[in-house]
């Protein structure tokens, strides 16, 4: 009998070229690629990516703040593999071991009386099932949303989202309505902190009195703004906003699908910080580091306020459940919260060194790993072409970095919660390197 060979050839690899050639015949045009000539990644491993050729990126972006404990964690993989080989799918419409182990830990680690979940996919449909469970429990069907907010790319969400060129279509959800964000850089009253007295939290009960019936089912809003640039309110703006929605009937969505999961440093939600708790949370990104994975949780009185038909094909999928159990156990065990903090202040003391020697950085600003720069001209003016230059020189240094903001003119920084003081360095070296060049 011939022996078989078992040793696998290996698969001639696509080229960049190649692949960024299929990109353009075969995907929608919307769906935007970074830098002039698209980035290419193959794989990746902690703080790093790699494109088809062989280059080397430190991913300062983590995949839009999702990467949470490094590309391909050993601990998070290994799971995944493991889940794969037992039991791949169900639907919501069967129970297992892995959806009620991880609706049992949200429950015990998400602030205030969060108990009950519902998963889905991602954060647009977490927010979607939010909202719906906020006006199906009140009774109410207005929602108060955030100007420069931003909520995902259903119909929903982008009535929700505060961002013009991510609200597409002509026609979008009655019954939303937009509240001053808290946008200090750039406040739109005028005004300046702490002399404020918070009054873009305080307007938040004259446009319910004007806009709305006087009754609504919600606010929804994200601890800190991430696709608007991460736009950081002032400490008290939660305290100040959030009893004036429950005295006109509504509830509080805190939208932690970029801020969950220790991104902000020392807890594990950015509302923590805040000091207020929501009534609903929703939840994606971090969570699963990567896998698909949309959470909304809720108080048991709202939770259990809707018992009609309903299923999520995807939700509570066994492998994004195991994903999600192994991510958060290495968030534990690391303590990575707490080394957001520490070297989230440590890349904030280094991003303010630059901003003392490019005036060109009109404001630095965020908490944790989830820091930004905004990119100004004089009086103020957004330079969002100095971005889209720092862009291509990082790149050229094999740096990644997010962007953000209404004009196009932030930069967005959030590596993995798992990064050191030491890569922290390398990336402000290279900024410096590149800002000099630009």
């Known amino acids: 009998m011939a022996q078989v060979n078992t040793k696998v050839s290996e698969e001639k690899k696509i080229s960049s070229s190649e692949i960024r050639a299929k990109h353009k015949e075969f995907l929608f045009p919307s769906v935007a690629n970074y830098y002039k000539e698209s980035l290419a990644i193959d794989h990746g491993d902690g703080m790093y990516v790699y494109d088809p050729e062989g280059n080397k990126y430190l991913d300062f972006f983590g995949g839009i703040l999702t990467i949470s404990v490094g590309h391909c964690n050993p601990k998070v993989t290994s799971k995944i593999a493991e889940q794969v080989g037992k039991l791949q799918h169900t639907s919501t419409l069967y129970p297992n071991e892995k959806i009620v182990a991880l609706a049992e830990k949200l429950a015990e680690i998400t602030p205030g009386k969060l108990k009950k979940t519902y998963f889905t996919s991602s954060g647009t449909e977490a927010d979607e099932t939010a909202v719906f469970l906020a006006q199906h429990y009140t009774g109410n069907q207005e929602i108060i949303a955030l100007r420069h907010s931003y909520s995902g790319r259903s119909l929903l969400a982008m009535s929700m989202t505060g961002h013009a060129p991510w609200r597409h279509g002509g026609t979008h959800v009655p019954g939303i309505k937009h509240a001053v964000s808290p946008y200090c850089y750039r406040c739109p009253l005028g005004l300046s902190y702490p002399s404020c007295e918070i009054k873009c939290a305080q307007d938040i009960e004259e446009l319910i009195m004007t806009t709305t019936t006087g009754n609504i089912a919600g606010l929804i809003a994200e601890p800190i703004q991430g696709v608007g640039g991460f736009i950081t309110p002032p400490k008290e703006y939660f305290q100040v906003a959030v009893p004036i929605i429950k005295k006109y009937g509504g509830v509080f969505i805190a939208d932690e699908v970029q801020t969950g999961f220790g991104r902000t440093g ?119 072409a100095l971005v889209v230059k720092l862009f291509e020189e990082m790149k050229k240094e094999g740096v990644l970095i997010g962007k953000g903001g209404l004009y196009g003119n932030v930069v967005r920084i959030s590596p993995p919660l798992t990064v050191t003081k030491s890569e922290v360095d390398d990336f402000i070296k290279t900024m410096d390197k590149a800002l000099a060049r630009c």
Not at 287 to 314: E, K, M, Q, Y
Not at 327 to 351: C, D, F, K, W, Y
């Open 266 to 384: 020392k807890r594990m939600f950015g509302i923590e910080h805040w000091e207020v708790e929501p009534d609903i949370m929703t939840a994606a990104k971090g969570i699963a580091n990567g896998t698909p994975l949309g959470v909304t949780i809720a108080r048991t009185d709202i939770a259990d306020s809707f018992t009609g038909l309903t299923i999520s094909t995807f939700g509570g999928n066994p492998v994004s459940m195991a994903a999600a159990l192994a991510t958060i156990e290495v968030m534990e065990e690391e303590n990575l919260a707490e080394n957001s903090n520490i070297v989230g202040q440590h890349l904030r003391e280094g991003l303010e060194d630059l901003q003392k020697k490019y005036p060109s950085i009109g404001d630095v600003r965020g908490m944790g790993l989830m820091q930004a720069c905004e990119f100004v001209k004089e009086n103020k003016v957004p330079d969002a």
